[in-house]
């Protein structure tokens, strides 16, 4: 156990943000830096549980109460070596998972949940800075080649497992640089992409193969997807954005959130001068309350919007767990991001009932109405319409599943009920020697879950390429988070 009494004399702490007048100023992450005594301390707050719930929150099982004690003795290497053991890429997750970990943490009952989050980040950063993350190249060749297809989070995980294991991994990504979502979805507030560059560098060393700006399905057809390698894992993501067609969908000035955040980072990542979709100067609303709305808000801010207002249709959650969410479980709570924080409006409760254009097209402005829940649906409060000026909407309302057309209408893969892609207990399609891991199958979700699963899927492939048991498979397809 780390400290026996820090549970009882350290309060929780985690580092502050920098002030919003400075940080929104640039596109760097928010947070300053944590002292390394300050994060022993921390570390010291575990209590090193008989039943560490925390495992059982964390979808990788990451070994917490143990990398917790090596960072309170200051053994960050063999901190480093426990992190590694469960989870690829803590920088991912250190900088952007939800933490659901800290959700389920025993002290988490009656006192404020152990800084886990903070503890990991800090363990790999400090193991960057010492030069202890190098390549792991595998002890032997298997002979076997394994195409992975979409090159998120998933995607990476399953590429490293499989290498490491000694098979020739091919990485296709359809985007013209690697990352899935990392790259071009989340900002570089909440994670610079150098984060994801050197961790692509070791992958490289190691073996891993990228190949950018191929489109499996129209590029490379899945014929040749499969007589070329021994075994596919489909990665793709889900990808189709959830839409509102409303009366004025047409209008000039509305966009998926999809559509908004990737020239947004590509300017950050100097290919372009200005995005073609910029909040400068608007009054922006974004409709979707969720972490893609919050992404969308940070950039809008960043951009220099004029105003920028959220809508939810969900009613205000409580900022206490409410009843019904015990813990263990990941509550639904009123969360303040560090979006949130840089301003704007939230509204809550309110549905779009239509957009409003211009003469020439554009939209001037968006009707609403206030509404209350009734029968599990959501109806209208009568007189509460109004209109909310807007030149810019961005439309954050989630993701319906992978694209159909193309590779997987291609490759014949079943799809489950809600139209993702169906796999078995080991994580194999319908197809077979076809798997899938991540959004793709396990529909919309995070970059925790989907390691998670990159990580499963290769030892599902590694099993069926060897017929050994060999790699670790921390979740199985139909394993749901703790809510
Ligand atoms: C804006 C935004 C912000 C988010 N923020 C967070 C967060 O803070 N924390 C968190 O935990 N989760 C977050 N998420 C969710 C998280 O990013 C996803 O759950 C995760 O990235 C899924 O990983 P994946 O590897 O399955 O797919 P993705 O990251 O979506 O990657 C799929 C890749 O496959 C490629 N691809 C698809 N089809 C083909 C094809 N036919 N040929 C070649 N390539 C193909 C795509 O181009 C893409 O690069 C966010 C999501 C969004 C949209
Ligand atoms: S549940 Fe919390 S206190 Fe217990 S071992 Fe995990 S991190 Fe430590």
Known sequence: MADPKGFLTTPRETPRRRPVDIRLKDWR?????????????????????????????????????????????????????????????????GTLCPAPCEAACVLGINSDAVSIKQVEIEIIDRAWEEGWVRPETPAAATGRTVAVVGSGPAGLAAAQQLTRAGHRVIVYERADRIGGLLRYGIPEFKMEK???????????????????GVNVGVDLTVEQLRSEHDAVVLAGGSTVSRDLPITGRELGGIHQAMEYLPPANRVQQGDLSHSPISAEGKNVVIIGGGDTGADCLGTAHRQGAASVTQLEIMPTPPNERPDNQPWPTYPMLYRVSSAHEEGGNRMFSVNTQEF?????????????????????????????????????????????????????????????????????????????????????????????????????????????LMGRDALPAPIGPNDRPLT
């Not at 944590?34 to 575990?46: P, V």
């Not at 150098?194 to 950018?212: P, Y």
């Open 356 to 464: 409003l254009g211009d003469e020439n097209g554009n939209l001037r402005a968006l009707r609403l109405v206030e509404v209350r829940r009734e029968n599990g649906g959501f109806v209208p409060v009568e007189g509460t319409e109004r209109e909310l000026p807007c030149e810019l909407v961005l439309l954050a309302m989630g993701f319906v599943g992978p694209e159909r057309a193309g590779m997987i209408d291609e490759l014949g893969v079943e799809l489950d009920a809600r139209g993702n892609v169906a796999r078995d207990r080991s994580f194999m399609t319908s197809v077979d020697g076809v798997f899938s891991a991540g959004d793709m199958g396990r529909g919309q979700s995070l970059i925790v879950w989907a390691i998670s699963e990159g990580r499963s899927v290769a030892a599902g492939v590694d099993q069926y």
């Open 194 to 212: 150098f984060r994801l560059d050197r961790r692509l560098e070791q992958m490289r060393a190691e073996g891993t193969e990228f190949r950018t």
């Open 29 to 93: 992450e928010v947070y300053e830096e944590f002292s390394h005594q300050k994060l022993q301390q921390q570390a010291g707050r575990c209590m090193d549980c008989g039943i560490p719930f925390c495992h059982q929150g964390c979808p990788l099982g990451n070994l917490i109460p143990e990398w917790n004690d090596l960072v309170w003795r200051e053994d960050w290497r063999g901190a480093i070596e426990r992190l590694h053991a469960t989870n690829n890429f803590p920088e991912f997750t």
